[in-house]
């Protein structure tokens, strides 16, 4: 019955470079969400006042952390500008 459970989450059977791209596709799918939640002040700044009882000061930079990005964004575009994007998006 377990193992029936599982079956869609064992590495299929394929090798070399596609195994490679496998694990990496793996880890991203796994650390996106993590990395979504980190980015929404909303959510973070609510765990970090009830569980961790940061100071005030702290708990606005927290909850600024999206408009922070949206602010980072115009350099990130900039830094994009006239050059691959692929190799660029990579390196990030």
Not at 5 to 33: C, K, N, Q, T
Not at 65 to 70: D, E, G, L, S
């Amino acid at each position: 019955m377990l193992t029936r459970l599982l079956e869609p989450f064992r590495r299929p059977h394929i090798g070399g470079v596609a195994l490679d791209s496998f694990r990496r596709e793996r880890f991203y799918e796994l650390s996106f969400p993590i990395a979504g939640a980190m980015m929404e002040g909303g959510f973070i700044g609510v765990i970090a006042d009830k569980i961790y009882h940061v100071h005030p000061s702290m708990l606005a930079v927290i909850a600024a952390a999206p408009m922070f990005a949206n602010i980072a964004s115009f350099l990130w575009a900039r830094l994009a500008q006239a050059r691959p994007k692929v190799p660029f998006l990579i390196g990030l």
